[in-house]
């Protein structure tokens, strides 16, 4: 099946700082991704979806200014979560649609 | 608004037993998925269900769907600890952005 490609898998950082992830469509050209958040014990739930060449939608209650996503080419979409804070520590898992939804590895983000 | 409810959300058995798994829908939907989620780990597909009366079976596993009744099931067979897993089912609609996941079931099967 395709494979979508996430980076980094774990990372730690400071509060007030930014973090970027990386997802990229490694086999199939996707203008459309996704980024999910779940936080321990809970599902997925989508924050955004990645257009690209255009601006990214967000669902209710997602701060489009903290959570900035870049979907400069077909195969790679940016959740870049800036000024970092200890609530959002999560588990961020971007998706990508060929024929079905694949998903990426999950990025473990802690904020401390 | 699209809702997708699964249950249980918690459901421990013991080896060799069988249980079934529910994910009930509201509206009509194009694609229905099953995922597994070992801890700390991402989604692995399992199921992709795309018509009324679709089954599929993998291994232990078998998923089945009935687009009318807006209803699939994920059915295990004499289960053994390696499926150990939390289970989502998640609803594609066309159109609509991303998919809209059930709040999972936390699976435990002991010797």
């Known amino acids: 099946g395709a494979v979508v490609s996430q980076h980094p898998s774990w990372v730690i950082c400071k509060s007030g700082t930014s973090v970027k992830i990386e997802c990229r469509s490694l086999d199939f050209q996707a203008t459309t991704m996704f980024w999910y958040r779940q936080f321990p014990k809970q599902s997925l739930m989508l924050m955004a979806t990645s257009n690209e060449g255009s601006k990214a939608t967000y669902e209710q209650g997602v701060e489009k200014d903290k959570f900035l996503i870049n979907h400069a080419s077909l195969t790679l979409s940016t959740l870049t979560v800036t000024s970092a804070h200890p609530e959002d520590s999560s588990f961020y898992i971007c998706s990508a649609r060929s024929v079905e939804a694949f998903f990426g590895q999950g990025t473990r983000l802690t904020v401390v | 608004e699209l809702k997708v409810e699964q249950n249980p959300l918690f459901l421990s058995m013991q080896e060799g037993k069988n249980y079934t798994i529910y994910c009930n829908y509201s509206?009509?939907?194009?694609?229905l998925y099953w995922y597994r989620q070992d801890p700390g780990k991402s989604l692995e597909s399992l199921f992709v269900l795309l018509s009324n009366g679709a089954v599929k079976q993998e291994g232990r596993l078998m998923a089945s769907l009935d687009t009318k009744a807006r209803l699939s099931t994920l059915h295990i067979t004499a289960a053994v600890h390696d499926l150990s897993a939390t289970y989502f089912c998640?609803?594609?609609?066309?159109?609509?952005?991303?998919?809209?996941f059930g709040k999972g079931t936390h699976l435990i099967i002991q010797p």
């Open positions: 509206t009509t939907s194009d694609r």
């Open positions: 998640a609803v594609d609609i066309w159109g609509a952005d991303g998919l809209t």
